[in-house]
């Protein structure tokens, strides 16, 4: 996927998932739980290393009504921001 949206500075973010070192389904499900633990509007942000996530995460948002906001490349993991639908 070569359209990356990076996330924009000065997010305001209400929780944060570590799913470093977890592979594909893990990520997504671990964020599917996290999304339900904060209010509509809110910023998760989820730190991962599994590649698939860069499209599996914008798509699920796509599909469940949430924001996707871009991405941050960190040194040695991806961070992901999604805003709740």
């Known amino acids: ?8 500075e ?7 998932l570590d799913a470093k070192g977890l592979s594909c389904p893990m990520p997504l499900l ?9 209010k509509s509007g809110e910023i998760l942000q989820i730190d ?6 860069r499209n599996d995460i914008p798509g699920w ?7 996707y906001l871009g991405e941050k490349e960190q040194s040695g993991y ?8």
């Open 61 to 67: 948002c796509a599909r469940g009504g949430h924001e």
């Open 48 to 53: 991962g290393t599994d590649p698939g996530s």
């Open 30 to 38: 671990r964020t599917k739980k996290e999304i339900g633990k904060i």
């Open 10 to 16: 000065g997010l305001l973010i209400t929780a944060t």
């Open 78 to 85: 991806m961070s992901f921001f999604v805003k709740k639908g």
């Open 1 to 8: 996927m070569s359209d990356i949206k990076v996330a924009p």
